[in-house]
């Protein structure tokens, strides 16, 4: 399994950056590890991980539950717009619209 690297604009101190919701949602896809279209837990822990983040089992957890509209146990592509509460406070990445 290949661990892609964030985008330049993600720091591993976790300083904020900018992204619209599609880079935002292009940018998760990078961590579908298994290709299958949703960001599991243990994908997001990865993201988690990758941006400097601490707790990050704890922390994934907690996003998935927030983000996972039909409590299926993953985000899919209609769900991943629910994580924008979570990537601004979690993530320190503020989406937004140009």
Not at 30 to 55: A, H, M, P, W, Y
Request: charged share 30%.
């Amino acid at each position: 399994m290949a661990i892609k690297h964030p985008p330049a604009n993600i720091y591993p101190s976790g300083k904020p950056c900018q992204m619209t919701l599609e880079e935002f949602k292009e940018w998760l896809k990078k961590f579908d590890s298994d290709c299958d279209g949703r960001i599991s837990k243990q994908e997001l822990k990865e993201v988690l991980r990758r941006t400097g983040g601490r707790f990050t089992t704890w922390k994934s957890g907690r996003g998935v539950r927030s983000a996972d509209a039909n409590h299926d146990g993953f985000i899919n592509e209609n769900e991943m717009s629910n994580l924008v509460k979570f990537a601004s406070k979690e993530l320190g990445i503020k989406i937004v619209s140009y």
